[in-house]
């Protein structure tokens, strides 16, 4: 079945790097989203992808969906305390006949000050 | 304000007492989904709903029930709760039945612990 690969699990980064976390399917995707999850909250919805090689930006994120749309990243540039999280990738895409949104398991990221 | 709420919050109960977690939204959305968050696990789909009086299992509906008799509610229910269902639960909901396609908004948790 279709499968949603997220790494890094976690990622401890100083305030200032800059922070990258990738997801991979299994099969094609016709899109993808992206959530966060602040500690001790909710998946808060971030951005979704259609196209094949979309890049979107918003502020200090990049998020990226690949041409053959089996991939996706979405980079932070110089973290902030602020952007402590896990954050969450969910690929669409058709499973046994049926579409389903299927999440990956999230990469943490921790930021020292 | 458009919410999804959840209630309750946090729940401490014995193996085999049922109990029902709630969740309503009052967005007006057609589509409305169970999850569970589990260290490492990320969050796993228990059940789903595309529309009132439609439900569907997800990845992981072992032990547990749903239904949606109303557009805007759609309780969790374990009829005999066991220690393995000691999880974080989140309530979602999303516009439309094509879920890919819109986004979810997530209730707040409910944190429950079986003993």
């Known amino acids: 079945g279709q499968q949603v690969m997220q790494i890094p699990q976690y990622q401890h980064v100083q305030e200032g790097e800059d922070f990258t976390t990738y997801c991979n399917s299994s099969t094609t995707l016709s899109n993808i989203q992206w959530y966060k999850q602040r500690p001790g909250g909710h998946p808060v919805f971030l951005i979704q992808l259609v196209k094949s090689g979309e890049v979107k930006k918003q502020k200090r994120l990049t998020f990226q969906f690949g041409e053959a749309k089996k991939n996706s990243s979405l980079h932070i540039t110089a973290t902030q305390t602020t952007d402590v999280g896990t954050y969450f990738c969910?690929?669409?895409?058709?499973?046994?006949?049926?579409?389903?949104?299927?999440f990956g398991k999230g990469t943490k990221l921790t930021v020292n000050p | 304000e458009a919410q999804v709420t959840q209630n309750p919050r946090y729940l401490i109960t014995v193996t085999g007492k049922k109990l029902t977690v709630t969740c309503s939204q009052n967005?007006?959305?057609?589509?409305m989904s169970w999850y569970r968050q589990d260290p490492g696990l990320g969050l796993r789909q228990i059940y789903y709903s595309m529309n009132v009086e439609v439900t569907d299992k997800g990845d992981v509906p072992e032990g547990y029930k749903v239904s949606r008799k109303e557009k805007r509610n759609f309780p969790l229910i374990l009829e005999s709760p066991s220690p393995n269902q000691t999880s974080l639960y989140f309530c979602a909901s999303s516009l439309s039945g094509l879920v890919g396609f819109y986004e979810q908004y997530f209730g707040p948790g409910t944190r429950l612990t079986v003993t």
């Open positions: 967005m007006n959305h057609e589509y």
């Open positions: 969910a690929g669409f895409g058709t499973q046994g006949g049926s579409e389903k949104l299927v």
